[in-house]
């Protein structure tokens, strides 16, 4: 018996399903090496993502030693931007505030259209594709165009001026902010539009009493950022004559008027800077 007893201790322990001790001669499948595939897959896109990035660089015409010897130039302009002109000051601080007033004004004519469409285009409040299918190309069709592009247009259409400018950013930001305020409706919880369904609530009703209670927040938020947006954008416009200080930019670095330019750039970075922090203060009280 003991020596019975001492072959059986003698037997290897074999790993059951169960953590436990398996018997002699259970058939246990041997963990290969892991498939080479997906490492090879891997670095197939690494290779086309670095040649692709290649051909970019090739084509953007990239060339550091250009930006080099252009480094002494730039430095001998700031010297001779210093210091500052005053001379039309108050004409730029005008231009400044024109500015601010084409993002603003094209940011709240955007809203307004974007709060028509967006309903349509959500598919949790439209469940008929032809119609979400319309309100989506629509606000694509303008997200997909740019403001300058839209300046252009306009300005051809309704001629120089800041009228432009208004109508460029509110037709892009009309396809841009259409776009998350759908998204953001589409986000609510499905809770209170079935309640709204059961109550026999029309679509009026549940728009006003359940889904723009819910989602303001989140609206009002995307409307303080597209306005930030909107602000840079609008100094841009005034290249294309779309009015603003972006147009006295331009007129400076044509006449190489760099202390000018220099008065210019810090209206531009003050103002910037100033809406920034109001638009983030307002966002944190949304909260």
Known sequence: MTDIVERRDDLPAVEGDRGGVG?????????GRASPLPRVRQATVALVAVAAFALCVRLAEVDPRALLEGLPKMAGWAVEAWPPSTQGLHELLVRAAQTVAIAVVGTGLAVVAALVVCIPAARNLTPGRGVRAAARSLLNACRGVDSFVFALLFVAAVGLGPFAGTLGVAFHTFGSMGKLFAESIEGMPRGPLEAAELTGAGRFRTVSWVVLPDVVPGLVSVALYMLEFNIRASIVLGVVGAGGIGQQLKNAIDLLDFPRLLTIIIIIFVMV???????SRLRAHLR
């Not at 800077?273 to 638009?279: E, G, I, K, L």
Request: charged content about 20%; cysteine-free.
């Open 273 to 279: 800077a100033a809406v920034d922090t109001v638009s």
């Open 23 to 31: 018997s002699v001669g259970e058939h246990h499948p041997v963990r």
